[in-house]
């Protein structure tokens, strides 16, 4: 079962990979994890990469498709994978599917966990995290006891940056340009699977499952 999760910054699709990749015995794969684990071993590719990355740019897709395709041929993903975060361009998605050919293999399914603009923003910008042990809470949905305190260890809670409704509304303005287009492009390969991103966590799972059917 090889699949890719699709969906806005904050969709839930990060969560819902690990929930599949447990579900069918596979690996959950993120391009963050695949550059960690190269540079970490000194190999070949992960050198090439950290030279982009400290000098703070962006890794080239033809670096990024080499080491995906490096990590997909590795024993543990000959029963399949999930692919989280990557692909998140139209040339990045034809590089894949390049790769994936070579290999003799392909895609199986893309999953697109679809949550509106207002959702995301709304679920986003509603979250806050204690400056002393990482907790997440969300205003809203997981509030904590007290305002503005931790509940393990009664430090304080704020909202970074990455979660400020100019900078959710911002990734989602590159998303719709960018990322967006991929659900067009499996769409059109006959593999896309829409789910309903404003279920509970659960039951998105379960939806999941009852459509990919094994």
Known sequence: MKLIMLGAPGAGKGTQ????AATYKIPHISTGDIFRANIKN????GKKAKEFMDLGLLVPDNLVVDLVADRLQQED???GFVLDGFPRTIPQAES???ALLDMGTKMDYAIEIAVPDSDIVSRMSGRRACVGCGATYHIVNVPSK???QCDTCNSGLILRDDDKKETVLKRLEIYHEQTRPLIEYYNNQGILISVDGTLTVKDITDEIIKVLGV
Do not use: Q
């Not at 990979?17 to 599949?20: F, G, L, N, Q, V």
């Not at 000194?42 to 590719?45: K, N, P, R, V």
């Open 17 to 20: 990979a690990k929930y599949i």
């Open 146 to 148: 007290v305002e503005n």
């Open 77 to 79: 993903c000959k029963d």
């Open 42 to 45: 000194d190999t070949e590719l």
């Open 96 to 98: 894949l599917d390049s």
